[in-house]
């Protein structure tokens, strides 16, 4: 089947610290991924896509790069702010008209 | 333009007593989907409305939980009886065409549910 894996949180940074966060994937078929971002008292926003293998999405200095090869689609930042404080959540949309699968969810505190 | 509400952002209540979750989806977007997430765990898909019309509802855990679509519009998601393993939060999403289309998805603030 369909599944999604985080890596778990919480994670804890410094303002301006290299941000990593970790999602591999379980698809049958060619899958788009995303990046789904809640901040505090708000629903999910997106933040990033990508639709097809070696596809870097990138949106607010967050990357991620679609990586078959890993079944991969970490997300990374090179300078964290304390806004960016969220939860992020990797998400896939199989081939076709299937609903989004998501994973668990990251935490992200980043402190001044 | 308004985005997706949700009614109410938070609902307490006894376990055996009935509640009803609102979404309003954006106007004009004719897919609506509900998920769920407990407490640490995924979000899970509920369902999926395509304007009145369920087009999936695979995820619905049982015949505890209704949704109507009626005429297309707002949708409303009944829980009867609860229990205490529905606690969560409760999204719903809205899209012009489907997330199969490349279609992104809008989130409500979500319906915090406690079922004690």
């Known amino acids: 089947g369909n599944s999604v894996t985080q890596m778990e949180g919480p994670v804890t940074l410094s303002e301006e610290a290299f941000l990593t966060i970790n999602c591999t994937y379980t698809a049958t078929g060619y899958p788009s991924l995303f990046w789904y971002v809640q901040y505090p008292g708000e629903g999910l926003q997106l933040l990033l896509k990508a639709t097809k293998a070696d596809d870097k999405g990138s949106n607010k200095g967050f990357e991620a790069t679609y990586r078959k090869e890993t079944t991969s689609f970490h997300l990374e930042k090179g300078s964290v702010q304390v806004s960016d404080s969220a939860v992020y959540f990797c998400?896939?949309?199989?081939?076709?008209?299937?609903?989004?699968?998501f994973g668990k969810g990251t935490r992200l505190s980043v402190i001044a | 333009e308004a985005g997706v509400t949700q009614f109410p952002s938070h609902s307490v209540i006894e376990k055996g007593q009935t509640v009803t979750l609102r979404c309003d989806p954006i106007?004009?977007?004719?897919?609506l989907y509900w998920y769920r997430r407990v407490m640490g765990k995924e979000i899970k898909f509920l369902l999926h409305?395509?304007?009145?019309?369920?087009?999936?509802e695979s995820g619905m855990p049982n015949n505890r939980f209704l949704a109507e679509r009626t005429g297309g519009t707002y949708s409303t998601l009944k829980v009867q009886p609860a229990e205490l393993e529905d606690s969560g939060v409760y999204f719903c999403?809205?899209?012009?065409?489907?997330?199969?289309?490349?279609?992104?998805?809008?989130f409500g603030n979500g319906t915090r549910l406690t079922v004690t």
């Open positions: 998400a896939l949309s199989p081939s076709g008209n299937t609903p989004l699968v």
């Open positions: 106007s004009g977007h004719d897919n």
């Open positions: 999403a809205s899209s012009q065409r489907s997330v199969g289309g490349g279609s992104p998805l809008h």
């Open positions: 409305f395509v304007k009145e019309s369920k087009q999936d």
